[in-house]
């Protein structure tokens, strides 16, 4: 199962299906003021309240949108509509709205769930069906919202983070531009490269030690799949000679290995089977920007295989996995959005 076909886009579905109207377990990002603040996840976030946490159950969304978009013939193809015919409306929307002028909301699921809730509306951006459009229209509001804050935050950013989890800023850029693409937002998609360059333009000899225990992102190839995209292809080839200088060789080696995961019952651990998801799915956004003629592309295209070999068959089984992990997979067996 290393392709995407409707027959594992209907797996993916039934999965995503299964958790996006799931309220409980939840882990709530969530600030208190005061007694009144103490409600339920669906009181909370009218749209975004199952799959165990808010970024979780954008990102089942997305997954959703995404395969509605490409298998129109999907089994579960009513089941979305009917999904997204009730949950994308204006008093729901106004609701998730209400939630960001809360006291204590400034820092509520950045970057990672402000640049999932951008790669939701882009996706419903693309959709060429009567539906899809009027899905995205409702989701407007609540994009803007995000992209101002984006807006905001990026020019305070003095640094980067390089962690291999939420925090990322690479994986935020990159989905986040991929909104700008969609909605034809020059004006954010600039910020965005701009951002990157600044961050990440000057970066040599990078030193990997990654994998880290709760990692899902790869701190190196996330930044590398970033540039990939932000930078022309001659740029991109120079920039890469020299932020791994040793790829085309295998090294540093970690990165062309599959993680060990231990226990997929243990939330944290469980994220190394997300790491192998997105280490693939970066891996082809670099590999989509070199010439065929690169050495890297043979040992990049056989890590590929082993990272999707090594984790596509653990989507669900726990829900610790089950309620996020279709969604990297989606990434790595289709990772471009066009």
Same mark, same amino acid.
């Given at each position: 199962?290393?392709?995407?076909?409707? !027959?594992? %886009?209907?797996?993916?579905?039934?999965?995503?299906?299964?958790?996006?109207?799931?309220?409980?377990?939840?882990?709530?990002?969530?600030?208190?003021?005061?007694?009144?603040?103490?409600?339920? *996840?669906?009181?909370?976030?009218?749209?975004?309240?199952?799959?165990?946490?808010?970024?979780?159950?954008?990102?089942?969304?997305?997954?959703? #949108?995404?395969?509605?978009?490409?298998?129109?013939?999907?089994?579960?193809?009513?089941?979305?509509? @009917?999904?997204?015919?009730?949950?994308?409306?204006?008093?729901?929307?106004?609701?998730?709205?209400?939630?960001?002028?809360?006291?204590? @909301?400034?820092?509520?699921?950045?970057?990672?769930?402000?640049?999932?809730?951008?790669?939701? %509306?882009?996706?419903?951006?693309?959709?060429?069906?009567?539906?899809?459009?009027?899905?995205?229209?409702?989701?407007? *509001?609540? %994009?803007? #919202?995000?992209?101002?804050?984006?807006?905001?935050?990026?020019?305070?950013? @003095?640094? *980067?983070?390089?962690?291999?989890?939420? !925090?990322?800023?690479?994986?935020?850029?990159?989905?986040?531009?991929?909104?700008?693409? /969609?909605?034809?937002? #020059?004006?954010?998609?600039?910020?965005?490269?701009?951002?990157?360059?600044?961050?990440?333009?000057?970066?040599?000899?990078?030193? =990997?030690?990654?994998? !880290?225990?709760?990692?899902?992102? =790869?701190?190196?190839?996330?930044?590398?799949?970033?540039?990939?995209? $932000?930078?022309?292809?001659?740029?991109?080839?120079?920039?890469? /000679?020299?932020?791994?200088?040793?790829?085309?060789?295998?090294?540093?080696?970690?990165?062309?290995? *599959?993680?060990?995961?231990?226990?997929? =019952?243990?939330?944290?651990?469980?994220?190394?089977?997300?790491?192998?998801? !997105?280490?693939?799915?970066?891996?082809?956004?670099?590999?989509?920007?070199?010439?065929?003629?690169?050495?890297? $592309?043979?040992?990049?295209?056989?890590?590929?295989?082993?990272?999707?070999?090594? /984790?596509?068959?653990?989507?669900?089984?726990?829900?610790?996995?089950?309620?996020?992990?279709? =969604?990297?997979?989606?990434?790595?067996?289709?990772?471009?959005?066009?």
């Amino acid at each position: 199962m290393t392709r995407l076909t409707q !027959s594992v %886009a209907s797996r993916f579905a039934t999965i995503a299906l299964g958790h996006v109207g799931r309220e409980y377990p939840n882990k709530l990002d969530h600030v208190l003021n005061g007694p009144d603040d103490v409600r339920s *996840p669906q009181e909370l976030h009218p749209i975004f309240f199952g799959s165990f946490d808010w970024h979780s159950c954008v990102h089942g969304h997305w997954l959703l #949108a995404r395969l509605y978009r490409r298998f129109p013939a999907l089994p579960e193809a009513a089941a979305i509509r @009917t999904l997204f015919d009730r949950q994308f409306c204006l008093q729901r929307v106004e609701g998730e709205l209400a939630y960001l002028q809360q006291p204590g @909301t400034r820092g509520f699921e950045r970057p990672y769930g402000w640049a999932w809730a951008l790669m939701l %509306a882009g996706e419903l951006a693309r959709h060429a069906r009567d539906e899809g459009r009027q899905w995205a229209s409702a989701l407007k *509001p609540l %994009a803007d #919202a995000f992209v101002h804050r984006f807006e905001s935050y990026l020019p305070l950013c @003095t640094y *980067p983070v390089r962690a291999g989890v939420h !925090s990322n800023t690479a994986f935020a850029l990159l989905l986040a531009r991929d909104y700008a693409q /969609a909605c034809g937002d #020059a004006e954010f998609e600039a910020l965005c490269a701009q951002t990157a360059r600044r961050w990440y333009g000057d970066d040599r000899d990078y030193r =990997s030690l990654e994998p !880290s225990q709760d990692e899902f992102l =790869s701190p190196t190839l996330m930044e590398a799949a970033l540039m990939s995209v $932000v930078l022309t292809p001659e740029e991109f080839t120079t920039w890469f /000679a020299h932020f791994l200088p040793g790829a085309a060789h295998g090294a540093p080696a970690n990165l062309f290995s *599959p993680a060990t995961v231990s226990d997929r =019952s243990d939330g944290k651990i469980a994220h190394l089977d997300g790491l192998n998801l !997105s280490r693939a799915w970066c891996l082809k956004l670099i590999l989509a920007q070199l010439s065929e003629a690169d050495p890297l $592309v043979a040992r990049a295209q056989s890590a590929i295989d082993a990272h999707l070999t090594n /984790a596509l068959e653990h989507v669900a089984g726990d829900y610790m996995g089950e309620h996020w992990l279709a =969604s990297f997979a989606l990434l790595a067996l289709d990772p471009d959005p066009a």
